[in-house]
């Protein structure tokens, strides 16, 4: 069983933050952003980007993005000349969770956050998800217990299912939550 995510933390229903613009790129006004979705194209296959300026989110129409090496570059319909792109950098990218198709088995990151973490065996609950760290083969669970954070590998000797309406169904080994 292989479980994919998407995107990284919900702002309400209707954005989610899905990568970050880094830097401006050339001097016509595209920029470079790093992707926070499971990979650049998936960044890249969007026709518009949100930013947020104060409780307003501004909508982008992509007129070109291309994947560079690890990053992502948008060429952005008003966006013509690099004073402009200067003033999008640091921003993070909000894409309407609309715009992106999940396929079975596919979750937000930020629908997972909250959810508790239930022993698949006995009904046990040991805590809530925190958040989900990526850093290389598999994705790492961090567990907010009543004793502390707990990681969990997410690989199928532990994660059992992941159901978005109950929780996270896993298997843990002996010591895990000691």
Request: aromatic share 12%; glycine share 8%; proline share 1%.
């Amino acid at each position: 069983m292989n479980f994919e995510f998407m995107g990284y933390r919900m702002i309400n229903d209707i954005y989610i933050e899905c990568g970050k613009i880094i830097n401006t790129h050339g001097c016509k006004g595209a920029v470079k952003a790093e992707s926070w979705c499971n990979s650049e194209d998936e960044l890249a296959s969007l026709k518009r980007i949100f930013l947020k300026n104060g409780t307003c989110f501004n909508q982008f129409n992509v007129k070109k993005a291309s994947v560079f090496k690890q990053f992502v570059i948008f060429e952005l319909d008003t966006v013509d000349d690099m004073d402009k792109a200067m003033l999008l950098k640091g921003n993070v990218i909000y894409a309407a969770r609309e715009d992106f198709k999940l396929d079975e088995g596919e979750f937000f990151i930020a629908d997972m956050i909250g959810l508790s973490v239930i022993d698949d065996e006995n009904g046990k609950i040991y805590g809530t998800l925190k958040e989900i760290i990526n850093r290389g083969a598999s994705d790492i669970y961090v567990v907010l217990t009543d004793s502390g954070e707990r990681m969990i590998p997410a690989v199928d000797e532990f994660i059992i299912r992941v159901d978005i309406n109950s929780g996270i169904y896993i298997r843990p080994i002996e010591g895990m939550f000691d």
